[in-house]
């Protein structure tokens, strides 16, 4: 029937259908809950008490935490002052010859004689370079010839004066002839020189631009003659550099091409202007023993030695840069930092020139500079 209650009978006890026995529940452990914490805590301190009061003296431990020297900040500082120093500076630069002359024809013509060679050595007067002179030599007979008669002449009119078969005004033409024609045969003189192209001075020959049986024309360029006793180095020098240095002052030189030997040079002249984009002015130098294998337009690499000067320096670590500008830490008399704005000068190795914002006997900070900040106590350490 709908609503009542099915009464199942007990499962008959057997081996399948035997039922298991209840197993007995663990009793779960209980943490203690915080008042019963207390009194642990309490009888930890008691305890810690009880050892600093037995301890000898009675005293507490010195504190080795991170708190201890929180207020002092370490840094290593030095006193600035001013120094006579002197200061090197290698600047690239070329030699070239100092002495060097092209030589042009003077007179046309068919060359007739070119015997020397780029690296000749020539001495002077020598001639290098001869022209066709041909049609020069025969003006030059006939111009003489034309002198002679005009001399002729005006002896006959000194004769016939002295007869008065002559007058005075024929005479004085006659002799006018005579230094025209004298003229004449010392142009064509000299133009017949100038057939004769001759070494300047003792050099060598750098160029050679024509051959023989060539036709020149006036003023053709046909040998470039050096003097090689004129070797000098070329270099640039900026602005800051060329008021400390002058005529005479020994340099040191190096050749790239003969190695890393330094060669004892001079400096021979100083250019009187500046480039304007660059700031920079040549300075020349001469050496005083140049070396085998030296030539023209090999690269070289100047020290050039300033003089001695009282600068202010400081070390290059203890100048600081932002964007605000160039700046210092320096110490003041209570033993606090302060930020100091300067501007600076030449380096010269690990030190650097002020110019402005400091003096002698500033001290001013070198090492230390995290969490630096102004107005903060700092303590000075050797470095």
Request: charged content about 30%; overall charge neutral.
């Amino acid at each position: 029937m709908i609503g009542q209650a099915v009464h199942k009978p007990p499962r008959a006890e057997g081996t399948l259908g035997r039922s298991r026995p209840a197993r007995p529940r663990r009793a779960r452990l209980r943490k203690p809950c915080w008042p019963e914490r207390i009194p642990r805590a309490i009888g930890a301190a008691l305890l810690a008490a009880t050892v600093i009061a037995c301890s000898p003296g009675g005293d507490p431990p010195a504190s080795t935490g991170p708190d201890r020297g929180a207020l002092e900040h370490l840094v290593a500082a030095v006193d600035v002052e001013r120094a006579a120093t002197t200061s090197s500076h290698e600047r690239p630069g070329s030699l070239r010859f100092r002495r060097q002359v092209r030589l042009f024809s003077q007179e046309e013509g068919r060359i007739t004689s070119l015997d020397v060679f780029e690296g000749d050595m020539v001495r002077e007067g020598e001639v290098l370079v001869a022209l066709d002179d041909d049609l020069l030599q025969a003006e030059l007979d006939k111009a003489r010839a034309t002198l002679a008669q005009a001399e002729l002449d005006v002896r006959r009119l000194e004769d016939l004066v002295s007869k008065r078969a002559a007058s005075d005004a024929e005479l004085s033409q006659a002799r006018t002839a005579v230094a025209v024609a004298r003229g004449d045969v010392r142009l064509l003189e000299t133009r017949l020189a100038f057939t004769r192209i001759r070494a300047p001075f003792d050099g060598v020959v750098t160029e050679r631009l024509v051959e023989p049986g060539d036709f020149v024309s006036k003023n053709t360029h046909l040998l470039t003659v050096a003097d090689p006793q004129s070797l000098v180095a070329e270099v640039y020098a900026s602005e800051l550099i060329l008021p400390r240095i002058r005529v005479g002052d020994p340099a040191q030189l190096r050749i790239d091409a003969l190695g890393a030997v330094a060669f004892p040079a001079r400096i021979l002249r100083i250019h009187p202007s500046l480039e304007e984009t660059s700031r920079q002015g040549i300075v020349e130098l001469t050496l005083e023993d140049p070396p085998e294998g030296v030539k023209a337009g090999q690269f070289v690499r100047v020290t050039l030695e300033t003089a001695s000067v009282e600068r202010l320096l400081i070390p290059f670590r203890a100048l600081r840069r932002d964007r605000d500008g160039e700046f210092v830490w320096l110490i003041t008399d209570q033993g606090q930092a302060s930020r100091r704005k300067v501007r600076s000068g030449l380096q010269s190795t690990d030190r650097i020139e002020i110019l402005e914002g400091l003096a002698p006997g500033d001290r001013i900070i070198t090492r230390g500079f995290l969490g630096l900040s102004e107005g903060k106590t700092v303590k000075v350490v050797p470095e």
